[in-house]
């Protein structure tokens, strides 16, 4: 069945900088791919995701780009600020009758 | 507003008791999910619904069991509590097939002693 890595499941950056979490799917099937962020003790929330028809999305400071070829997928975030550390979580399904699959996510910590 | 929501947000109880953990929503979505995950770490998939009367197993094995009865309600019940039950339990919803999000409540944290 479908399975989703993710990388890193640490990441720390300094205040300002560009963060990037990258996702790698097995199953090329795959067609729609979100993104969620989780602060401490909050609910998961949606904050971007990506059909495969489409390469790159943007909202704001933060992108989703998506290498169909590779099956990978990454989110990039930019100018990061304390607000951005949270635990991020990408996913993966092959459309209408299938689950999302998910990655075992990153802790972005954000360092002042 | 429509949303999810869970009750009792928190709760600690003794071994052996039954536990009803509840999630209603008011957003019409067929599709509900039991997630288990321990603070920050990876979503565990318990059980799903794709409608009124039907409910599956999902990837990790567990004790609980689960009805939906009407579209909007959709409890998880452990009959027999144990303190490997002890994590966060998270419900979420889904309008239409997988390629749409699901929407989360903020959870139950469960403590069994």
């Known amino acids: 069945g479908e399975n989703v890595e993710q990388h890193p499941s640490t990441l720390s950056v300094q205040e300002g900088d560009s963060a990037v979490i990258k996702c790698t799917y097995s199953?090329?099937?795959?067609?729609?791919f979100p993104w969620y962020k989780q602060e401490l003790g909050k609910r998961p929330q949606l904050i971007i995701d990506?059909?495969?028809n489409v390469g790159e999305k943007k909202d704001q400071r933060i992108a989703v780009t998506l290498n169909k070829t590779a099956k990978h997928f990454s989110l990039h975030i930019t100018e990061t600020q304390p607000e951005d550390s949270a635990v991020y979580f990408c996913?993966?399904?092959?459309?209408?009758?299938?689950?999302?699959?998910w990655g075992a996510g990153t802790k972005l910590i954000i360092k002042p | 507003e429509a949303d999810i929501y869970q009750t009792p947000r928190y709760l600690v109880i003794g071994t052996g008791k039954k536990i009803t953990l509840e999630c209603s929503q008011t957003?019409?979505?067929?599709?509900m999910y039991w997630y288990q995950q321990d603070p920050g770490m990876e979503l565990h998939l318990i059980h799903y619904?794709?409608?009124?009367?039907?409910?599956e197993k999902g990837d990790l094995s567990s004790e609980s069991t689960v009805s939906r009865i009407r579209t909007e309600h959709f409890p998880l019940t452990l009959e027999s509590a144990r303190p490997s039950h002890t994590s966060q339990y998270l419900c979420?919803?889904?309008?239409?097939?997988?390629?749409?999000?699901?929407?989360f409540g903020d959870g139950t944290r469960l403590s069994i002693l």
């Open positions: 619904s794709y409608g009124v009367n039907s409910t």
């Open positions: 199953d090329s099937a795959s067609n729609y």
């Open positions: 979420a919803a889904q309008q239409g097939g997988g390629d749409q999000p699901q929407h």
């Open positions: 996913a993966a399904s092959k459309g209408i009758n299938y689950q999302l699959i």
């Open positions: 990506i059909r495969s």
């Open positions: 957003m019409g979505h067929d599709k």
